[in-house]
Structure formats: structure tokens, C-alpha cells
């Protein structure tokens, strides 16, 4: 599948991501913030902040949809080794200059991204691999969900169990109209018997991009410690470095 044609805009003042430097890895955690404030206080961004800064080895700052440029300035991906996002019912409010922006900062300077869970319909993960996110379906039921760990030698996977149950979550069921992954870390199922590709990374010009489908918004998912454990991982995966 031919790649983004946003990747071969020029970068300004972007350079590479330094991967030697001895310092915390920066990661700009960023949410639309319609998730429910009773769930998740600080917002899912913050969740996922608190997840990294607890790891240690991280600098984390939170963006919003409402903050100013929508918290993607040229300045915070600028800052950023990666970039996490959980987007939901206001996809297309995003608007396409900083999908451009964002695009560019993976492929050309090699900014990791994270999409989370609904995010497969968010409009930087459809412009970077070239494809349309959509699933083969949902169901908004509240069961548990079982996470298999299909790649335990992958970095993303380190201090798993070969499997584990997510207590509350939202079906989502292939076909999953999405680049096929490089990687395959985890595979979901549901409780009709529905399977989901809930784990895959993909190379992205010199950007790593890893999609992880647990964590619908009404639900605690992010702060269940095995998703915490993968939160830290992927973003030390996704800056290409183990980080201290």
C-alpha cells in the first residue's frame, strides 16, 4: 500500500530524534477529553502521564483538543519523542493541518506515536499507514475481555503473564481494516467469541507506531497494572530506546 503523500512535505526546524541522549524520554499525552471525568479525573492523557511518570525514566506533558493550535503546536512535537493520543467522538474536529504536522514529525523525524482504543478512526493513524482504521464491528457491552500475548519476546510484551483478562471492556471484532502490522504483539478475545487484532506495530519512514485497542472511556482500564505495564513499554519501544 502506497504511503501517505503528507510524508513527503518538508519538515521545518524538526531535527531527527536524538536516540543516544541520556536523558528521560518526552512524551506528549494528548486526548479530545470527552471521556467521562467520574472515570478518569485527570483525563485518559493524564492516566496514561501518571503510568509513565510512575515507571520514572519519562518527562511527560498532557495536550487537549480545546488547547490552543489543539495542543499539536509545532513546538510540543517538536518537543516530543512520542506522542500518545486517545481520540473518540470528535475525530474530525482535528483539523488537517495538524494531522499534516503530526505525520510528518513520525515519519521524517521519527516521533513514535500510540494510538489507544477508539483511536483507530483517528485521522493521524489513518494518514501515516494509509488505511482506513474500520472494524469489523463493536459492541458497547461492558464484559471481559481476554488479552493474549502472541509475541512474549517483544519489548512491549516484557512483564506479562502469557495472557490476562480485562475486566470490563468493549467488543471490538475483525475484520480490522488496517496496514498489516510488522509485529503482532496481542490478540483480544470477547465473549461471543469474537478475536481482534489488539496489538500491532508498524514502521512508519523512521517513526514506530503501535496501536492498542483496551481502554473504552467509561471503563478503569488504564489504570489496571498489566495495561499500565504496556503503556511504559510501548513508549519506550516507540522512542526507540529502553530508556534509564
Not at 510524508?7 to 528521560?24: F, N
Not at 495542543?71 to 512535537?77: A, D, P, R, V, Y
Request: proline share 7%; hydrophobic share 35%; aromatic share 10%.
Amino acid at each position: 500500500m502506497a504511503d501517505s503523500p503528507m510524508a513527503d512535505s518538508p519538515m521545518v526546524d524538526s531535527p531527527m530524534v536524538d536516540r543516544t541522549r541520556d536523558r528521560p524520554i518526552r512524551v506528549l499525552c494528548w486526548s479530545e477529553r470527552t471521556e467521562p471525568e467520574r472515570v478518569y479525573p485527570q483525563g485518559i492523557n493524564g492516566a496514561v502521564a501518571q503510568a509513565l511518570e510512575g515507571a520514572g525514566g519519562f518527562e511527560t506533558r498532557t495536550a487537549r483538543l480545546a488547547d490552543g493550535g489543539q495542543g499539536l503546536t509545532e513546538e510540543l512535537l517538536g518537543w516530543a519523542d512520542v506522542l500518545t493520543w486517545f481520540g473518540h467522538g470528535r475525530h474530525r474536529m482535528v483539523e488537517d493541518a495538524n494531522v499534516e504536522r503530526i505525520v510528518r514529525h513520525i515519519r521524517e523525524r521519527g516521533m513514535g506515536y500510540i494510538p489507544l482504543h477508539s483511536s483507530h478512526h483517528a485521522k493521524p493513524f489513518k494518514a501515516v499507514l494509509d488505511h482506513s482504521g474500520d472494524l469489523g464491528g463493536w459492541r458497547e457491552d461492558g464484559r471481559p475481555s481476554i488479552v493474549y500475548v502472541v509475541q512474549p519476546d517483544h519489548p512491549i510484551a516484557q512483564g506479562l503473564d502469557r495472557l490476562f483478562v480485562v475486566p470490563q471492556e468493549e467488543m471490538y471484532c475483525e475484520p480490522f481494516r488496517i496496514r498489516p502490522p510488522n509485529e503482532l504483539v496481542f490478540i483480544s478475545s470477547f465473549a461471543h467469541g469474537e478475536v481482534f487484532r489488539s496489538g500491532g506495530c508498524w514502521q512508519a519512514g523512521r517513526g514506530r507506531v503501535f496501536y492498542f485497542q483496551p481502554g473504552h472511556e467509561t471503563y478503569p482500564v488504564y489504570f489496571q497494572p498489566e495495561i499500565k505495564t504496556i503503556l511504559v513499554n510501548a513508549a519506550r519501544w516507540a522512542a526507540g530506546s529502553k530508556g534509564k
